[in-house]
């Protein structure tokens, strides 16, 4: 009717276009990929060669579980892989949130889709890639481990699509349901951390691997018998069971397995309607005059007043808010801590390793300036003599030393109490405290010698071009501070093959801490003039990048 053509039909109604989501989905995946890695040389090969050594890592894993076929305890180490998988799939977005930027549903929020389809879509695409064919081999070795009969091996493929769609669900519901904490500071702060979960967990399982070489792998068993029930390590729990015959078993494992699957595509569902309906924080009014004005409370009134306080206050808020900074600490605590515990659990370990706690926070005394980056120059006002070099440098040193000695000294006893050996407590903590004395006094000079910039952006600790200031400074620096510990060292051999060696081991207390408080009085002194000369090529250092 007036020359106006009929609209066409359609059938499907609106259910068409969700019908082509998935295969869209997919090839955008692949086509950002491969476009990609036409960017260059380089990237094309890091990407091949990660695929490389990720796939072997899978075969061998493969093989090693099929390996294990016909062994009395093979389910007792399929089951909790599987769920160690799962767990790795669960807390890679909190730490890598841009790991996979091509399934990222705050790019796809503005397009006409219901959020199902972009379920659907992004479960489709989730399935492509490395991670998931390594997941897949590794399932595969899981299944292959405890299928026994033709019903068992029919129970193995299902398990294997389950467990897949359970681990790709896990880690996207986890990242939309967290997409707005990972896409802030606090989300960068926990991807800087990532390194810290890679040493922490790297101890976790060496130490797991002793104890299994010790008492064998039927102390795995009890923790095999609930995992078979938590999803998604139950649908390998469920080729288990039928190759044992159980199949109601097996067929109530596979449907809880299912069940998990749903309600996760469920969670990831209503996080990604949340993202396309509520703003973030950048659409939000800012917060109003009394959240401006809050005053110092809590810790903050214990510190000094002056300048020190300040330096303080300031020092410590770097360790609190900055990621990089914070990931240091964490690091350092860590580590401090778990070299010399876990050696003296596994009955390896001397008290002496306590001493690593101290040099691990020393270390923080180093490229103190460097930590400030470019905001240095308001710091850098307000220094024009050695007199005030010295006030900043000392306020940073008792910022860091409110923190170590109490850590150090927690330590030590802590390790000493594991060992039983407390004829020896003051002696190291007499050698602790020598330590991180002279660690001071060398971070100190160093800070003024040898200034670097740390990178906001990025995994990368030192700027372009400033690595060999950073080896000078940390090398150089810590074996100075070796070399100053000389005499409490000599003094502590003496204390233990010597004559009198209880008495010279009670002295070691007092005379470390007296002889490390002076090293560090000495090096902030010495630190100070060189630092007040040095402004405009501290400034410049820290500056870069």
Aim: charged share 10%.
């Amino acid at each position: 009717m007036n020359g106006v053509p009929p609209a066409p039909a359609h059938p499907a109604g609106p259910a068409a276009p969700g019908a082509r989501v998935v295969p869209v989905i997919v090839r955008l995946k692949l086509s950002l990929l491969r476009n990609g890695l036409r960017r260059s040389d380089g990237r094309r090969a890091a990407y091949v060669a990660s695929m490389v050594l990720v796939l072997l890592f899978a075969a061998l894993h493969l093989l090693g579980l099929v390996a294990l076929r016909g062994h009395a305890h093979a389910a007792s180490v399929a089951v909790p892989a599987a769920a160690v998988l799962a767990l790795g799939w669960a807390v890679m977005p909190l730490f890598f949130p841009g790991g996979d930027e091509t399934l990222d549903p705050t790019r796809l929020v503005m397009l006409p889709l219901r959020p199902r389809q972009l379920v659907r879509g992004l479960l489709a695409g989730s399935v492509v890639g490395v991670g998931p064919l390594f997941t897949v081999l590794l399932l595969a070795g899981c299944v292959l481990c405890v299928a026994h009969g033709a019903a068992a091996y029919a129970v193995a493929v299902l398990a294997v699509v389950l467990a897949l769609l359970g681990c790709v669900a896990l880690a996207r519901a986890v990242a939309a349901a967290n997409l707005r904490l990972l896409t802030s500071r606090k989300g960068r702060d926990l991807a800087v951390l990532s390194g810290l979960v890679v040493a922490v967990g790297a101890q976790l399982v060496n130490f797991a691997a002793q104890r299994l070489g010790e008492r064998g792998l039927a102390q795995l068993d009890p923790a095999a018998e609930v995992l078979r029930w938590v999803p998604p390590a139950s649908a390998v729990g469920a080729v288990d069971s039928a190759s044992r015959g159980s199949y109601a078993v097996a067929a109530a494992q596979l449907a809880l397995t299912a069940a998990a699957v749903l309600a996760l595509l469920r969670l990831w569902e209503r996080s990604l309607t949340r993202l396309m309906v509520t703003g973030d924080a950048s659409t939000l009014q800012a917060a109003g005059p009394a959240a401006r004005g809050r005053s110092a409370k809590g810790p903050a009134r214990l510190l000094p007043s002056g300048r020190t306080g300040t330096v303080m206050e300031r020092s410590l808020r770097y360790v609190w808010r900055d990621p990089k900074t914070k990931a240091a600490w964490i690091t350092s605590l860590a580590v401090g801590l778990i070299v010399p515990v876990f050696n003296a659990v596994q009955g390896t370990g001397s008290p002496y390793f306590a001493c690593f706690a101290a040099g691990m926070l020393g270390m923080q005394m180093y490229n103190q300036f460097g930590q400030d980056t470019s905001a240095f120059w308001m710091v850098a006002l307000t220094i024009s003599s050695p007199r005030e070099a010295y006030a900043e440098l000392r306020g940073r040193a008792l910022a860091l030393l409110s923190i170590t000695l109490p850590y150090a000294t927690l330590v030590t006893v802590l390790t000493t109490a594991l060992l039983g050996d407390w004829s020896r407590l003051p002696e190291v903590l007499g050698l602790s405290f020598a330590l991180l004395g002279a660690m001071l006094a060398t971070g100190a000079w160093a800070s003024a010698r040898f200034p670097y910039s740390i990178p906001q952006e990025g995994h990368k600790n030192v700027a372009p071009g400033q690595a060999n200031l950073a080896w000078i400074s940390l090398v150089g620096g810590m074996a100075a501070a070796a070399v100053l510990c000389a005499p409490v060292i000599a003094l502590t051999v003496w204390a233990r093959a010597g004559a009198g060696g209880e008495v010279v081991s009670g002295l070691l207390l007092p005379v470390g801490a007296a002889y490390g408080a002076g090293l560090a009085l000495l090096g902030l002194r010495l630190a100070a003039p060189r630092t007040a000369g040095r402004l405009p090529e501290i400034l410049a250092a820290v500056s870069k990048g």
